[in-house]
Antibody
């Protein structure tokens, strides 16, 4: 059974870069699409972006200029970098796998989420 | 971008009753590429329904999804105490993927 676990600093200073890693266990990271989603406290879900292990990626236009995603297949991990963060980027960040071999599939499973707070 | 609007915002019902949650899209969702997720406090979303009407593995048959085009519904028959949570719809037919703002199902 595939499991995902997010990790990274829980506190990031304004204007700095948020960096998170998602570790995949119980299955290979290869040949799947993977996404990052975030959720500010008490609010709804926002899709950040997706990538495929071949290197292709697609980001939400609202965040595109600040987002970079990458993969380390040797470690079965993928990463998110969000630059120039502000308090509005404070949220729980989730990683999730797309079901199936195309980008147009639902998310399952999800990681448990990690809270990132942007504050000086 | 497809905007999803969920109604009602909050639904207060008693265990044993039935619930109907609505999700309306600003434009047609391709191939019924719509999913429903359940989220409990402090937990990640859990997949309930995909392809508008297919139940995910392990999801009780009291959960059902329907709809096409721009109007979709999640129906929960005979509410169990564990069903009181927040429910989100999500379209994955076009990028950027989008989620509704959620419907909170409260115990009356």
């Amino acid at each position: 059974q595939v499991q995902l676990q997010e990790s990274g600093p829980g506190l990031v200073k304004p204007s700095e870069t948020l960096s998170l890693t998602c570790t995949v266990s119980g299955g290979s990271i290869s040949s799947y699409y993977w996404s990052w989603i975030r959720q500010p406290a008490g609010k709804g879900l926002e899709w950040i972006g997706r990538f495929y292990t071949s290197g292709s990626s697609s980001y939400n236009p609202s965040l595109k200029s600040r987002v970079t995603m990458s993969v380390d297949t040797s470690k079965n991990q993928f990463s998110l970098k969000l630059s120039s963060v502000t308090a509005a980027d404070t949220a729980v960040y989730y990683c999730a796998r797309h079901v199936g071999a195309t980008p147009y599939n639902w998310f399952d499973p999800w990681g448990q989420g990690t809270l990132v707070t942007v504050s000086s | 971008e497809i905007v999803l609007t969920q109604t009602p915002g909050t639904l207060s019902l008693s265990p044993g009753e039935g619930a109907t949650l609505s999700c309306r899209a600003s434009q047609s969702v391709s191939f019924r590429y719509l999913a429903w997720y359940q989220q409990k406090r402090g937990q990640a979303p859990r997949l309930l329904i995909y392809g508008a009407s297919s139940r995910a593995t392990g999801i009780p048959d009291r959960f059902s999804g329907s709809g096409s085009g721009t109007d979709f519904t999640l129906t929960i028959s005979r509410l169990d105490p564990e069903d009181f949570a927040v429910y989100y719809c999500q379209q994955y037919g076009s990028s950027p993927y989008s989620f509704g703002q959620g419907t909170k199902l409260d115990i009356k």
